[in-house]
């Protein structure tokens, strides 16, 4: 019975900061807890911490709009994705932690001849990589959403298809964020909050230690995973990144009964909208096109989100916006992420991802971890490593998502 009142932790007491680690991971987002755990998990490599500069997910990873699917253009990014969302699947089970994963479908809408081509061809690039993806017409479509105006004679943006691809869903970020990071604390990690990074120091083109708020600690290893910060720590180094920082914004209504199973995306209207669990429908828009990093939101996006939403459901004209945020998007060139090796010895970037971030985590922690045990590239990431801006080898996902990239 006292067990019941009893106060329990996710993970232990933060610890003062030693004087050396073997790896220092900077980011207590997902990417950062995913890579401390399989590092731990699989490796055994425990003598790891990872700092963050406020507090655990309070970044990207507990902004995003929980959105996994891994229907992406290129065979390489489907390919990395696909296995994303296996390793999800088992995630939950494997964290001994309920992340509410619903692997409910994901439909990606075509408005236009052009747009039913792009799907198809998405379908069989897909298809190729063992991904279930396949194109639709509006009575499955309809089928699938009930509660959507597919058949509307009047709609801006007629609805001809759809790419459905029945493994995307959504998950639980926070649960995804405290299950990784309660897993690498059991195994041995340290997990520093409030914990910011003010330099790091290098000899002879090797990462040495990383200076932060509460001193200085040394580093066989330091992992840059911070999202739309990348650039800044990158810079302490000297490595430049190509990447540029925006914001994406997202909002829910107050709950409503059940009206929707699926996810919806639409690349021409900029909108996806899915319903939680609890009821409330979840939308969000394209980035916004200024670089910045003041996560502030905009009447324009509330206005253009509502506007979109409402031709798909207009059942929600009388709904009222429960709230609002904002987060970093850091985006590459080609709109694929930059992941690997660095031209500074043993520092490591995860960096470059767009809106895509969030749906690889288990993937990243894992072929990172792998990278820095053995000091190998896996082959999976090889075509994400930075240096294929300058040997002309991009990965180009634009038009993959239903932002303006």
């Not at 980011?27 to 890579?35: D, F, I, P």
């Not at 932060?212 to 990348?230: D, E, I, K, L, Y």
């Not at 971890?369 to 930075?386: C, D, N, V």
Request: with cysteine; glycine share 10%; charged share 20%.
């Amino acid at each position: 019975m006292r067990d019941i009142f009893r106060k329990r932790r996710m993970w232990r007491p933060q610890a003062e900061l030693r004087d050396s680690y073997d790896v220092v991971i900077i980011g207590g987002g997902s990417h950062g807890l995913a890579t401390a755990y399989y590092l731990a998990k699989e490796h055994g490599i425990s003598n790891v911490a990872v700092l963050e500069k406020r507090y655990i997910g309070s970044g990207a990873a507990g902004r995003n709009t929980t959105i996994l699917r891994s229907n992406y253009k290129t065979p390489e990014g489907a390919r990395f994705y696909n296995a994303s969302v296996k390793l999800y699947e088992g995630l939950g089970a494997e964290l001994d932690f309920n992340l509410l994963f619903s692997q409910c479908g994901h439909l990606t809408l075509a408005h236009s001849d052009r747009a039913m081509f792009v799907m198809a061809n998405r379908a069989e690039v897909n298809r190729i990589e063992g991904i279930d993806s396949r194109l639709i017409y509006p009575d499955e479509i309809k089928r699938l959403a009930p509660a959507m105006a597919v058949h509307n004679p009047h709609a801006t943006y007629p609805i001809l298809g759809a790419l459905y691809h029945p493994p995307g869903g959504i998950i639980r970020h926070d649960a995804v964020v405290w299950g990784l990071a309660r897993g690498a604390d059991r195994g041995g990690v340290e997990l520093h909050q409030n914990t910011e990074v003010l330099g790091i120091e290098t000899a002879k083109g090797k990462v040495t230690a990383v200076r932060t708020n509460r001193g200085t600690v040394r580093a066989g290893t330091v992992v840059n995973a911070t999202a739309g910060w990348s650039t800044l720590i990158c810079d302490m180094v000297g490595v430049g990144l190509p990447i540029t920082t925006h914001i994406l914004q997202a909002c829910v209504t107050e709950p409503a009964k059940p009206l929707l199973d699926v996810v919806i995306v639409s690349s021409q209207m900029h909108v996806y909208i899915s319903q939680t669990d609890r009821g409330e429908f979840l939308m969000g828009a394209e980035i916004e096109p200024w670089t910045t990093y003041r996560m502030q939101g905009t009447m324009n996006f509330l206005q253009e989100v509502a506007r979109h939403t409402m031709e798909l459901f207009p059942q929600l004209e009388r709904a009222r916006l429960l709230r609002s945020w904002a987060g970093l998007c850091d985006l590459s060139p080609d709109y694929s992420p930059i992941l690997g090796e660095t031209s500074v010895e043993n520092f490591h970037v995860s960096a470059g991802w767009g809106t895509y971030g969030f749906k690889a985590a288990p993937i990243v922690g894992k072929t990172l971890a792998q990278l820095i045990s053995s000091g190998r590239t896996p082959e999976l990431i090889a075509p994400f490593k930075l240096e294929r801006f300058y040997e002309d080898r991009l990965v180009s996902e634009l038009a993959a998502a239903a932002v303006s990239h």
